[in-house]
């Protein structure tokens, strides 16, 4: 799949407008999506709002600094944050790692090792999310129950008629736990169950499991399609898990 087909959703809270137009500048051709805030309180809000891959986060900002707001994005959202800042003291990195940051770049780098960094932290939280859900078998988002060992799904406690395709769709969402999948992410995860999918047709797939849901794509109570980048599995009423 080719970047223009999925782009990587990111988040750019810093104050220095000049600095997050060239990070968007370098990021946008290699398949990231850049969105910016140039306050604490409005990178905050954007962040517990929005659903990002990772969020590259400044310390010394108007309004709330950015360690005010990792503290407070860490009681709600465990998506990957690499912080960015002017100071190079050794305690202000402490600090920020101590809170919940994923790394620490200081405002000298290079656009590679901005790129090698955030790429970094992706991985460990892809990886750290698979481990953690490796030994559970049962979820449960809004109505939605999935037993894996029975191959059981319900949806406020009636069982769903689902092939296996879907039931390894659905799954693949729920232990998203609310991240949003790229088509790509969902290819490659049930092809690993030995299925046979490939580009568009996880499209047909995904609408066939919202018939069984009856989830409406224009007005979704379940599963949320992302513009250009995937879908993502919403809890009861439309709200994010």
């Given at each position: 799949?080719?970047?223009?087909?999925?782009?990587?959703?990111?988040?750019v809270?810093?104050?220095d407008?000049?600095?997050?137009?060239?990070?968007?500048?370098?990021?946008?051709p290699?398949?990231?999506?850049?969105?910016?805030?140039?306050t604490?309180?409005?990178?905050?809000?954007?962040?517990?709002e929005?659903?990002?891959e990772?969020?590259?986060?400044?310390?010394?900002?108007?309004?709330?600094?950015g360690?005010?707001?990792?503290?407070?994005?860490?009681?709600?959202?465990?998506?990957?944050?690499?912080?960015?800042?002017?100071?190079?003291e050794?305690?202000?990195?402490i600090?920020?790692?101590?809170?919940?940051?994923?790394?620490?770049?200081?405002?000298?780098f290079?656009?590679r090792e901005?790129?090698?960094?955030?790429?970094?932290?992706?991985?460990?939280?892809?990886?750290?999310?698979?481990?953690?859900?490796?030994?559970?078998?049962?979820?449960?988002?809004?109505?939605?129950?999935l037993?894996?060992?029975?191959h059981?799904?319900?949806?406020?406690?009636?069982?769903?008629?689902?092939?296996?395709?879907?039931?390894a769709?659905?799954g693949?969402?729920?232990?998203?736990?609310?991240?949003?999948?790229?088509?790509?992410e969902?290819?490659?995860?049930?092809?690993?169950?030995?299925f046979?999918?490939?580009?568009?047709?996880?499209?047909?797939?995904?609408?066939?499991?919202?018939?069984?849901?009856?989830?409406d794509?224009?007005?979704?109570?379940?599963?949320?399609?992302?513009?250009?980048?995937?879908?993502?599995?919403?809890?009861?009423?439309?709200?994010?898990?």
């Amino acid at each position: 799949m080719s970047d223009a087909e999925y782009v990587r959703p990111l988040l750019v809270v810093d104050d220095d407008r000049k600095l997050c137009g060239l990070i968007r500048e370098y990021l946008d051709p290699l398949g990231y999506r850049v969105s910016m805030r140039h306050t604490g309180p409005e990178g905050l809000q954007a962040a517990l709002e929005g659903s990002y891959e990772a969020i590259i986060l400044d310390v010394m900002m108007p309004g709330m600094d950015g360690l005010e707001v990792l503290r407070e994005l860490r009681k709600k959202s465990t998506v990957p944050v690499l912080m960015l800042t002017a100071m190079g003291e050794e305690s202000d990195r402490i600090a920020g790692l101590e809170m919940g940051a994923d790394d620490y770049l200081p405002k000298t780098f290079s656009t590679r090792e901005l790129l090698a960094r955030l790429r970094a932290v992706m991985r460990r939280s892809r990886r750290e999310e698979v481990k953690s859900n490796e030994s559970l078998d049962e979820f449960s988002i809004g109505d939605l129950r999935l037993e894996e060992g029975s191959h059981l799904a319900t949806k406020g406690g009636e069982v769903l008629d689902l092939t296996a395709l879907e039931f390894a769709i659905l799954g693949s969402l729920m232990r998203a736990g609310g991240r949003v999948k790229s088509r790509e992410e969902l290819i490659e995860e049930v092809s690993k169950r030995k299925f046979d999918v490939f580009d568009r047709s996880i499209d047909v797939h995904i609408s066939a499991l919202r018939r069984k849901l009856g989830d409406d794509a224009k007005d979704p109570k379940y599963i949320r399609t992302i513009r250009a980048v995937g879908y993502q599995l919403i809890g009861k009423e439309g709200e994010q898990v």
